[in-house]
Every structure is written in C-alpha cells, then in structure tokens.
C-alpha cells in the first residue's frame, strides 16, 4: 500500500489535484479538468486527468462516489496520515534509551 502511495504523490500533476480536492472536495472530472486548466493552465485532456484519478483512487488517496449520472472525487487523507503515524508520530512502544 505505501508503494503504491508514494507512486501516486511522485507525480506533480497528481500532486495539483490533490490540492485542487483538499480546496474543494467533492468535484466532477469536468470541474477538475477546468480547474487544472484554468489556475494550473495545464492542457492535459479528461482522460489523462481520469488516469490520473485512477491512480490515486488505487493509492486510496481519492474516493469517488456517484450521484445520477455525475461521479464526484473526494480527497481521503487516511493513507497520508497512516504515514505520518508511521514515521513522524513517537511511537509509545519505544524505550526511554532508544534512538528515535
């Protein structure tokens, strides 16, 4: 799982859309696609952006959900703050000498 967190955070583009969800959480594929061109003025077309989501929706870094016909993506911070125990929070099973 964390390989395959740290693929999808490699890339910049998927890192833009990971901001673009964490301003504005629960957009349709138009609405990133306008978004990335527009403040980002990155030219990538709905199906680069898709693959993109796929990726990050595989890393569980994105969630979608369908409303009719629309499909909304939604940031999921639960794997980076799995990291983040992982590594930046002290761990209390640790002894007082050990190196931290």
């Not at 964490?22 to 527009?38: D, H, N, P, V």
């Amino acid at each position: 799982m964390a390989d395959d967190l740290f693929k999808a955070l490699a890339d910049p583009t998927r890192r833009t859309i990971l901001d673009e969800l964490a301003e504005k959480s629960g957009q349709t594929l138009f609405e990133i696609c306008s978004r990335l061109s527009m403040k980002h003025q990155l030219g990538l077309s709905r199906q680069a952006v898709s693959q993109h989501l796929a990726v990050l929706e595989g890393a569980g870094l994105v969630e979608t959900r369908r409303e009719g016909r629309y499909k909304f993506h939604d940031l999921n911070t639960v794997p980076l703050r799995r990291i983040t125990e992982r590594w930046l929070v002290p761990d209390a099973h640790r002894s007082e000498g050990s190196i931290p």
